[in-house]
């Protein structure tokens, strides 16, 4: 299993803790790129291995601005948790068409509900979408190298960006990771560092860094989950980050 197929995972043990009784699934992605197949993949396994049914699984083009073919799928099928995965557009497209079309839901995921700038593009209507994240300032990374989570927000800040996700301070994580391998290895040479890499187990203000020394997979972190609750981002999963209970339904069920 990938990493990108561990994106949304403990998605669906967090649904079945809120509501025993959610037994189906939808998985909505862009027809083509690997990361939309493997995070549906991901989740369509999990829920084979939890009891679910995946009652829709659907594919759009990339391109696509209307989604109402998608939406009366939905309708049909009526599933208890619905995950979309595409680009950043596709996802706040459809994600606005599902909220403005009365569909109801009691989980609805977007990957890019992760991000704030779904919030920005949406409003009000980005309440109680569900997305991972890969890291969240105000969450909890135990830390034994480098800076603190709130010395980089400083210094990310201070450099005029109002906003910091997680995609910006994923790419100042991965120099802390190549500065430590420089720093062990005593060299540049690349095979070095990479024979480095996959020996080091540390943790810098993003997380555990640990790879499969063969594959290069990481192996040490993990995704949080995040939810919209009148208009902040807060972490509903794992239990050791929550800040407060996943809000349930989506919308109110018929």
């Not at 948790?81 to 009365?102: C, H, K, T, W």
């Not at 830390?143 to 450099?159: F, I, N, S």
Request: charged fraction near 20%.
């Amino acid at each position: 299993m990938t990493r990108r197929s561990r994106l949304a995972s403990g998605l669906l043990p967090l649904v079945r803790q809120t509501d025993p009784t959610a037994s189906t699934v939808a998985l909505i992605r862009a027809s083509t790129g690997e990361f939309p197949k493997d995070v549906c993949s991901g989740v369509a396994a999990e829920a084979k291995a939890l009891g679910f049914r995946t009652v829709l699984s659907t594919e759009f083009e990339a391109a696509t601005d209307d989604f109402s073919g998608v939406v009366a799928e939905l309708r049909t099928a009526r599933p208890d948790v619905v995950v979309i995965v595409g680009r950043v557009q596709n996802d706040l497209r459809l994600a606005r068409q599902l909220v403005e079309s009365g569909v109801n839901a009691g989980t609805a995921v977007a990957v890019a509900a992760g991000i704030q700038g779904f919030h920005d593009d949406l409003g009000n209507l980005a309440e109680r979408f569900v997305g991972p994240s890969q890291w969240e300032s105000s969450g909890t990374y135990p830390r034994d190298y480098g800076p603190t989570g709130a010395e980089v927000m400083a210094l990310l800040q201070g450099k005029g960006h109002r906003t910091v996700d997680y995609p910006m301070v994923q790419a100042y994580a991965a120099g802390l990771v190549a500065q430590r391998c420089v720093e062990e290895a005593g060299t540049l040479e690349d095979s070095a560092l990479r024979e480095t890499a996959g020996r080091l187990d540390f943790s810098t203000f993003y997380g555990r860094f640990k790879i499969d020394p063969v594959t290069g997979c990481q192996l040490g972190r993990s995704t949080v989950l995040v939810q919209w609750q009148r208009g902040r981002k807060v972490i509903v999963g794992p239990s050791d980050q929550r800040q407060a209970p996943m809000v349930y339904p989506w919308r109110n069920q018929p």
